[in-house]
């Protein structure tokens, strides 16, 4: 991961043009909650979501522009009660005076972990106490360095993996219960990305994603290339991704088979 300075910045932006799992769950969201403007959930932020969300915020008063910013996701989550929880490996000081401190100033409220063995264990359980219960997670972000197929959470710079301090294929059987541990965390409808350099990369990359898609329930997302840090791109992918469903439908898919399990409750809120 290479770090570039930052300012304050949206929690989460999704825009017209944006395709990923997490803008299925805004759809979902717009499908459950007053005016209920949205036709369909398809991961695809088109110009009937852009119009979507523009109704939402009018209805509740908000700032309109038809994007998905502070303002929006902040009544978003207080009408559904879901939540965006923010992991940032601070073994590596750049990241908690850039990714940590980027996170804050938009509003969260960061895990910050430092360099131990067995870190994904810890990691999980300090996961599970900040969702406070099940089905609240919305969207789960795991900031620290990487590679190919490895993601690590209290590694820093070094191949976590041997240290059980970050995710991968080679040690999956050891910490795959303490991974099973935070799956009744998320909402149905909720995703996970991996924000290291070049986790989604290769072959090991597309194995991985899959795996922890399969272990967790919900898409999870990796980039492909190196990530930067810092600023808007502490919230976001650069460059290709490449995400790994439950259902191995694919966005479209998983989309309509959330829409169809989740979007048509009404929460007159």
Known sequence: MTLTSGSKNHIILLKKGNFAPVVTTSQILMRRHP???LNGADGHFGPKTEAA???FQ???????DGSIGNQTWRKLESLSR???IDVVDGTDPSLVNLEANDIRA???DPIVVFGMSNGVAVVMGEIVARAGGPNTVALLRIHGHGGKGIQNVTGGEINGA???????LTNFGQIAGSLMTIRHTFSPFGSVQLLGCKVGGGAAGRALVKKLA???????????FDQLGGGANTFRFEGPTTTGYPSGTGLKGWSAEMEIAHGNVSVLT
Request: proline share 8%.
């Open 106 to 108: 938009a509003g969260g």
């Open 53 to 55: 969300v523009s109704e």
């Open 35 to 37: 005016p209920q403007t």
């Open 58 to 64: 009018k209805h509740h008063k908000l700032g309109v």
């Open 162 to 168: 041997p240290h059980l301090a970050g995710i991968s």
């Open 214 to 224: 399969d272990t967790w329930g919900v898409p999870v997302t990796a980039g492909v």
């Open 82 to 84: 879901l939540k965006i």
